[in-house]
């Protein structure tokens, strides 16, 4: 027992004593996740959100037209201005702005006949970069809403829909159509007729026009309601994990070189088990692990607002079985390296690799389906699906389990492989 | 004390210890020679139970080392041929942990500590960080490190390599005060007169064999030169070799431009010699003579100068 406390604090003191391990352990993931955390983060103030610019081109100058525009410049998500044709092309295809729509002459009566279902449909163009194709679908979705009121409102009310209606029910007349058909569509306009002549007072407030005949509301699914999504809960567990891992390798280059030091010499010549030497280190690195942990986490609380929305025992099982997995990562690093020098590269390779797998870097709901099933084989990739679902996303202990599982069987196999892979002799 | 039998170590095709049979009585100094390769530290190492041997036994006080944790160890100090040191801590801190893996603790710990600071001469520099030390210092601490749980039997590979002449004499001072405490010791070495100024017993390694063991003034017996006589000539073009060869009672002769180097099997050839010399017409600008050392005794045995 003494040997192995002796052992741990050695290896705490060897740790604390170098600056460049402490600041990569503790100071980098804190940087890299403020970063990460900066850039993907919605912005916590709604007067910072960038509305998106859009161009309009109007070419019908007046009416429906200028009522359309007026309603899109209402939209709080749209910064709309506007420009002519050639002007508005140009911007697109410069990437100036991502959207640009053009209304056509005439558009406010083709609009409220086609509405009808008579004569032909205006044409608005919707000119948009290709590398902005989710915000030319969100305009589209706008503009059909703004477009219904708009061309129904003047339909129904506007000197324009007074013309069209009485137009129509002459047309309707004369057609050919079968008796009851007529009557029944005549009916209908002349009612319309009727109820574009209500005297001026007597019409509703707005006089709206149809709406689209529902409301939505954007909730972003985290823990409760009340809680925004925190971008930095993510990019502070995914830090972590990643210079956590990097500490393994340094267990794991620090065994090697205690070879090559000859210290593993005086340690293999003390009356040791194995389990005093490889346990002792594993301790170690867990401590050290749970103290990155620690401090990454809070700092992101303090300065950041990441809270444990979830369970804290979830959290902080699934934070001992990581270090535990880090532990053993950095004892097969020691076991499988020759030298120092050949394990370094290597173990940096594997590690970045298994960082960006388990979607540390690029969240991994992003991966294409087969790439999310297949890197489930990574460990990591539990570890930092497990802590996004005790912090943000506020899940319980159940939602931690399975991690906490994974973890510590990869643990386990990677401890195994080590110690039946570790070269116990001090031969130099 | 320390006994070791037909041990064998080979790595692939390299017989690093090839048959080793060695003995060290209680108290005995045991000084093992041998050129870079020779498989010294292989030797320590199965001695200590670091190596696996391939075949052959070691035992200490008569007992096998059993395993990992056993108790024979304790009474084994190994002092690394490396620098086995952490050098990011203080002396004080690497000689508390060297001491607590052999289960030393509180009291017992801090006493062991002093004394082995004191015994090496570091006890003012104890709270400084190893790699503040000089080259000599650390060799030092290195020592120290291997004393905390007081073996009764200390391995020691290469103790004073690669240290300048004062701190191998402070070193040298440590293991003779080590010997007076009755300690007993083996160590490598490649300086021979430190081999022969303190150890009991040499033995000669080399392509891992022993391939001698005994006392120094044994080992001076095995080659037949009593003495050598070193004579500078005047002039270069000595002609007479084959004939010095010849004749009887010298051993061996060589020349090397103007030097001759004659070894001779007694002494009171020197006359004969110098006549014969004359009569050559030699001229003699200085003569010299030198008893044999283990450097010569290394030579004839294996035919190699040991620090080559
Ligand atoms: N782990 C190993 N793997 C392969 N070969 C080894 C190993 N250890 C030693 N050897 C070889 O065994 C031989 C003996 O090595 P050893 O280190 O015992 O020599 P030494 O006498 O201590 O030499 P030196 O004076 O240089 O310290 C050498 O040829 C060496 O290359
Ligand atoms: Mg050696």
């Known amino acids: 027992m003494t040997a192995f406390v002796a052992l741990v604090r050695k290896d705490l003191r060897i740790f604390f004593a170098d600056r460049r391990a402490v600041i990569m352990a503790f100071a980098a993931p804190i940087l890299i996740g403020s970063f990460f955390g900066y850039v993907f983060g919605e912005p916590r103030n709604p007067k910072d959100q960038s509305r998106m610019k859009v161009l309009v081109v109007d070419q019908e100058r007046q009416g429906a037209a200028k009522d359309l525009i007026a309603s899109l410049g209402k939209d709080p998500n749209l910064e709309v201005a506007a420009s002519e044709l050639e002007a508005a092309r140009e911007a697109v295809r410069k990437g100036k702005v991502p959207v640009a729509i053009v209304i056509p002459e005439k558009f406010g009566e083709q609009a409220g006949q086609a509405l009808f279902g008579a004569g032909a449909k205006p044409e608005i163009i919707v000119l948009f970069d290709p590398s902005h194709r989710v915000e030319a679908g969100m305009i589209r979705g706008i503009l059909t809403g703004q477009v219904m009121q708009t061309v129904t409102k003047d339909a129904f009310g506007g000197e324009g829909g007074k013309r069209t209606a009485t137009s129509m029910r002459r047309s309707v007349e004369g057609a050919p159509m079968e008796a009851s058909e007529k009557s029944a569509l005549t009916g209908l306009l002349q009612s319309v007729e009727k109820f574009n002549a209500r005297p001026q007072a007597a019409r509703g407030g707005g006089g709206g026009g149809l709406t689209i005949p529902f409301a939505m509301k954007d909730e972003a699914l985290t823990s409760r309601a009340g809680v925004v999504y925190n971008s930095y809960a993510h990019s502070f567990g995914g830090m972590a994990i990643q210079f956590m891992l990097f500490m393994g390798i340094d267990v794991g280059i620090g065994m090697l070189l205690l070879r090559q030091r000859g210290l593993w010499r005086r340690f293999r010549a003390a009356p040791l088990s194995k389990t005093t030497l490889l346990g002792s280190r594993a301790v170690s690195a867990m401590l050290v692990g749970m103290l990155i942990l620690a401090v990454v986490f809070s700092f992101a609380w303090l300065v950041f607002g990441v809270k444990v929305e979830g369970s804290m025992v979830g959290f902080l099982g699934i934070c001992a079985a990581f270090s535990l997995m880090t532990a053993g990562y950095g004892l097969l690093i020691a076991a499988l390296g020759r030298t120092p020098e050949a394990a370094r590269g290597l173990a940096i390779l594997g590690t970045l690799l298994m960082v960006m797998l388990s979607g540390a870097w690029v969240p991994s709901f992003l991966f294409p389906r087969w790439m999310q099933r297949v890197t489930t084989l990574v460990p990591a990739r539990w570890a930092m699906d497990g802590l996004d679902a005790m912090t943000w996303r506020g899940l319980g202990l159940e939602e931690a389990l399975p991690a906490i599982g994974v973890l510590l069987l990869a643990a386990v196999v990677f401890g195994a492989v080590a110690v039946w892979k570790f070269r116990w002799e001090a031969d130099g | ?308």
């Not at chain 2, 048959?19 to 020679?33: F, H, K, N, P, Q």
């Not at chain 2, 180097?261 to 010699?273: F, Q, Y």
């Open chain 2, 1 to 308: 004390m320390l006994r070791a039998a037909s041990l064998k170590k080979a790595y692939g095709a390299i017989h690093a210890v090839n048959g080793v049979s060695l003995d060290a009585a209680d108290g005995e100094t045991i000084g093992l020679l041998g050129p870079n390769g020779a498989g010294k530290t292989t030797l320590i190492g199965m001695l200590a139970g670091l190596v696996e041997p391939d075949s052959g036994e070691v035992r200490i006080a008569g007992e096998a080392i059993g395993g990992d944790t056993s108790a024979v160890k304790l009474k084994l100090g190994l002092v690394p041929q490396e620098l086995a040191l952490f050098e990011e801590m203080t002396a004080n801190a690497n000689l508390d942990l060297f001491g607590a893996l052999y289960g030393l603790s509180g009291a017992r710990l801090a006493r062991e500590r002093a004394r082995v600071l004191e015994l090496v001469g570091l006890s003012d520099r104890a709270k400084d960080k190893a790699e503040s030390f000089s080259g000599g210092m650390k060799r030092r601490l290195n020592l120290a490190a291997a004393l905390m749980h007081d073996p009764q039997v200390i391995l020691l590979d290469e103790p004073t390599v690669g240290v300048d002449p004062q701190s191998r004499n402070a070193i040298f001072d440590n293991l003779e005060e080590l010997k007076a405490g009755g300690k007993t010791l083996l160590y490598t070495t490649h300086y021979m007169e430190e081999a022969a100024r303190l150890c009991d017993r040499i033995a000669i390694m080399d392509h891992g064999k022993v391939v001698a063991n005994d006392t120094l003034s044994e080992l001076l017996r095995l080659i037949p030169v009593s003495n050598f006589v070193v004579i500078d000539l005047a002039a270069e073009g000595f002609d007479g070799m084959p004939e010095l060869r010849e004749m009887s009672g010298v051993a061996e002769a060589a020349l090397n431009g103007r030097q001759l180097r004659i070894g001779v099997e007694a002494l009171s050839l020197l006359p004969d010699l110098l006549v014969w010399l004359r009569g050559r017409g030699a001229e003699i600008e200085h003569i010299l003579t030198e008893r044999p050392t283990l450097e010569t005794v290394f030579l004839h045995l294996t035919g190699r100068s040991l620090r080559d």
